[in-house]
T-cell receptor, first 115, second 115 residues
Framework: AQKVTQAQTEISVVEKEDVTLDCVYETRDTTYYLFWYKQPPSGELVFLIRRNSFDEQNEISGRYSWNFQKSTSSFNFTITASQVVDSAVYFC????????????FGAGTRLFVKA | DAMVIQNPRYQVTQFGKPVTLSCSQTLNHNVMYWYQQKSSQAPKLLFH???????NEADTPDNFQSRRPNTSFCFLDIRSPGLGDAAMYLC??????????????FGPGTRLTVL
């Protein structure tokens, strides 16, 4: 069965701190994709990254970086030097070939960045 | 810019009064989705269209219907809204060439209030 677990419900940091959001997933498929989305207070889900199961290279985009480890079924997201504008709910999500067009979302982690 | 547009952003309706939410896209994507998101929860897929093929999630109440008259537009009809239907409704699109593993792009959402 597919499952995405984001164990951290809320995280609060002070501006300029680094913060890591955890994501653990379950799937029986060998081919799958993992996603991170950001949902600011305005409500729109903003796509951040898509990673396929065959690409375990870590990725960096500006202050954002992602650590994909198949051995632990984790796809963690780190924000370096956090800013107030990073305050949002972040969702990790999983799609595989057994779920049809269904993407499974984690429960989300609410990040507060204080000035 | 290519995008996903939802109207209205805020909708207030009365208990039992039918309401229609609309979504349009300029991405020319094959797949359009409707999600319901209640406060502090992950988005929940209601249904999706692959082109004109409608796919309903098993646990989507009959009260929720959808129409896709053409590639660009998709509507969510709530026939008799109850208080429990108050939520954010998110429309998303994906290209559809890689099935469920395509990236989904979301609109800004419509926040529905039921009085």
């Amino acid at each position: 069965a597919q499952k995405v677990t984001q164990a951290q419900t809320e995280i609060s940091v002070v501006e300029k701190e680094d913060v890591t959001l955890d994501c653990v997933y379950e799937t029986r498929d060998t081919t799958y994709y993992l996603f991170w989305y950001k949902q600011p207070p305005s409500g729109e889900l903003v796509f951040l990254i898509r990673r396929n199961s065959f690409d375990e290279q870590n990725e960096i985009s500006g202050r954002y970086s992602w650590n994909f480890q198949k051995s632990t079924s984790s796809f963690n997201f780190t924000i370096t030097a956090s800013q107030v504008v990073d305050s949002a709910v972040y969702f990790c999500a999983l799609s595989d070939n057994t779920g049809g067009f269904k993407t499974i979302f984690g429960a989300g982690t609410r990040l507060f960045v204080k000035a | 810019d290519a995008m996903v547009i939802q109207n209205p952003r805020y909708q207030v309706t009365q208990f039992g009064k039918p309401v229609t939410l609309s979504c349009s896209q300029t991405l020319n994507h094959n797949v359009m989705y409707w999600y319901q998101q209640k406060s502090s929860q992950a988005p929940k897929l209601l249904f999706h269209y692959y082109d004109k093929d409608f796919n309903n999630e098993a646990d989507t109440p009959d009260n929720f219907q959808s129409r896709r008259p053409n590639t660009s537009f998709c509507f969510l009809d709530i026939r008799s809204p109850g208080l429990g239907d108050a939520a954010m409704y998110l429309c998303a699109t994906s290209l559809g060439t890689s099935g469920s593993t395509d990236t989904q792009y979301f609109g800004p959402g419509t926040r529905l209030t039921v009085l």
